[in-house]
């Protein structure tokens, strides 16, 4: 038996530093090729199994998928088993990310198709 529970970003951002988060996730080649692939998956992955897949250090792959996550861009469950283990999985929360910028607010970035 599994039982998943899911993590949520916690507390209001201003949409500037969202902004900055997203665009500075997505300038990251390993954070791309990481939700790249988390697009085309079909299942939640674990970060043993995009850190092969995305051939990234595991390492490095658990720190992006963190930055991933803050800037809103991953979604992570916990998936509890009855034999007492548990593991973490991600899948991408989002199917595009649009920027623009406006006088009034500066800087904005949409995240669109939630998944």
Do not use: F, W
Not at 8 to 29: H, I, N
Not at 39 to 61: F, K, N, R
Not at 74 to 94: D, I, K, W
């Amino acid at each position: 038996m599994q039982t998943g529970l899911r993590r949520t970003p916690t507390g209001p951002k201003p949409a500037e530093l969202e902004a900055e988060q997203v665009l500075e996730a997505l300038s990251d080649r390993a954070c791309r090729r990481i939700l790249t692939t988390l697009q085309s998956a079909t299942e939640p992955m674990t970060a043993q199994d995009l850190s092969e897949v995305c051939d990234v250090p595991l390492s490095t792959t658990y720190r992006k998928v963190e930055q991933l996550s803050e800037a809103a861009l991953l979604e992570e469950t916990l998936q509890l088993r009855a034999n007492g283990t548990h593991t973490h999985q991600y899948r991408s929360s989002v199917e595009s990310v649009t920027v623009s910028l406006n006088d009034e607010r500066g800087l904005e970035v949409a995240l669109g198709g939630d998944r």
